[in-house]
């Protein structure tokens, strides 16, 4: 068997080659590592935006765990107090039932019922139906009595252990959604802060844009449609003049300038409005007083510029439904918490027949909600970080109206 050879030791200038290669793929990876471009204000603005939605989502469902959550604790409360009144009813019959039982002893020993009642176990006692049998005379319907509130007892404290078990859950559900509440609106805010003032005074000025030009879209369309009233209005006109000098003999044919009147009209229903951005003012005058619907735009205008506060009813804050919710309660109606069940009350209103005072709603999950004021904007919360202001109803996408 032959000596193994030992290795010979890489010469300098093969060390040279693997040290140039080890510290070019460093280089390459470091610079691959670093390549990934940094997120376009677009991209940042549209995720904050969604993350924003997705938190008012969740605010929203946290509003009704919320209300159930109350509803339940006041049932709970209303139940536990039944339990003791009849715990004191029962109390008081057994008292009276020892007090017959002294009495009966005096006089001819007790009476087998008598002794049953009086039973360390009283429950057991009445859950039997044949004591009944054993109960005569007088002491029947007292004994009677006390079965049917022993009854009752045991099952409001059925009722009552399953209310407080519903009411466990929901706060379980509570708490998970405000924490997924909190996480959403931390992420949209970290993403915030990672851009210089510069670039949010961009966002904040994109979101103007965008506002503009939802005003003068809505503008223009009004008066479009104003325009196309005025112009089927001139054409009914023209019509009955024509039909009224054709039934009096005369000659209908003269009338037909009257359409024509109508032609000139469509420019002013033209684009100029389109073109003209309308300014979006958050203090515009609000509406003289009178009537339910000027109760709920008026204290709507009082709240402009106040803060978003999520599951906020006032006074200082309000998230959407808070806001809405508090308008008609200034006006002595009221609505439930979430804009889901606001929209589920109330009369449905066409977008052509808005009136100030109804509640507008948007998104496909109806999860954000204002009120409407006329000239086709509204008053509405927007979410953390806002103020409430006055905004176009045609920046997001608009669902439907209700009227309460």
């Known amino acids: 068997m032959g000596k193994r050879r030992k290795p010979s030791a890489p010469s300098r200038a093969r060390m040279a080659v693997l040290t140039t290669a080890v510290a070019g793929g460093a280089v390459l990876a470091s610079g691959t590592a670093h390549a990934e471009p940094a997120p376009t204000l677009a991209a940042v603005k549209e995720q904050v935006d969604r993350l924003n939605e997705e938190a008012e989502q969740a605010i929203e469902r946290f509003n009704g765990f919320q209300e159930k959550q109350q509803?339940?604790?006041?049932?709970?409360?209303?139940?536990?107090?039944?339990?003791?009144?009849?715990?004191?009813?029962?109390?008081?019959?057994?008292?009276?039932?020892?007090?017959?039982?002294?009495?009966?002893?005096?006089?001819?020993?007790?009476?087998?019922?008598?002794?049953?009642?009086?039973?360390?176990?009283?429950?057991?006692?009445?859950?039997?139906?044949?004591?009944?049998?054993?109960?005569?005379?007088?002491?029947?319907?007292?004994?009677?009595?006390?079965?049917?509130?022993?009854?009752?007892?045991?099952?409001?404290?059925?009722?009552?252990?399953?209310?407080?078990?519903?009411?466990?859950?929901?706060?379980?559900?509570?708490?998970?959604?405000?924490?997924?509440?909190?996480?959403?609106?931390?992420?949209?805010?970290?993403?915030?802060?990672?851009?210089?003032?510069?670039?949010?005074?961009?966002?904040?000025?994109?979101?103007?844009?965008?506002?503009?030009?939802a005003a003068a879209q809505q503008a223009a369309a009004a008066e479009r449609a104003k325009a196309a009233d005025k112009e089927a209005a001139d054409k009914a006109k023209a019509a009955a003049a024509a039909k009224e000098t054709a039934g009096k003999g005369g000659t209908p044919a003269p009338q037909t300038p009257a359409p024509q009147t109508a032609a000139p009209q469509t420019p002013a229903a033209q684009t100029p409005a389109a073109n003209t951005p309308a300014p979006v003012t958050n203090t515009p005058a609000p509406p003289a007083a009178g009537g339910r619907a000027a109760a709920i735009v008026q204290f709507a205008y009082a709240q402009l510029g106040k803060p978003y506060g999520w599951s906020k009813t006032g006074p200082s804050s309000f998230d959407c439904s808070g806001l809405t919710g508090a308008a008609y309660r200034a006006a002595d109606v009221s609505l439930p918490r979430t804009s889901q069940e606001q929209w589920k009350i109330g009369t449905r209103i066409g977008r052509g027949d808005l009136q100030p005072g109804d509640l507008v709603f948007f998104y496909p999950d109806l999860h954000h909600v204002g009120v409407y004021i006329g000239d086709g904007k509204m008053i509405h919360a927007p979410r953390t970080g806002k103020n409430i202001e006055v905004l176009p109803i045609g920046v997001m996408p608009y669902m439907g109206a209700v009227r309460p």
Not at 73 to 92: C, H, L, Y
Not at 124 to 142: E, F, I, K, N, P
């Open 71 to 213: 509803k339940l604790q006041g049932e709970a409360n209303r139940i536990q107090e039944k339990v003791a009144r009849g715990q004191e009813a029962m109390n008081e019959l057994r008292t009276q039932l020892g007090v017959v039982g002294a009495e009966q002893y005096r006089n001819n020993g007790i009476d087998p019922g008598i002794q049953l009642m009086l039973d360390s176990d009283p429950a057991s006692y009445l859950g039997r139906a044949s004591v009944q049998d054993q109960v005569a005379g007088s002491w029947t319907d007292l004994l009677k009595r006390a079965q049917d509130e022993q009854r009752k007892l045991d099952q409001e404290r059925t009722e009552a252990a399953a209310t407080l078990a519903d009411l466990d859950a929901v706060g379980a559900s509570l708490n998970g959604q405000k924490n997924q509440i909190q996480s959403k609106l931390a992420q949209s805010e970290a993403l915030l802060n990672k851009l210089s003032a510069e670039e949010r005074a961009k966002i904040n000025a994109q979101e103007a844009a965008d506002k503009a030009k």
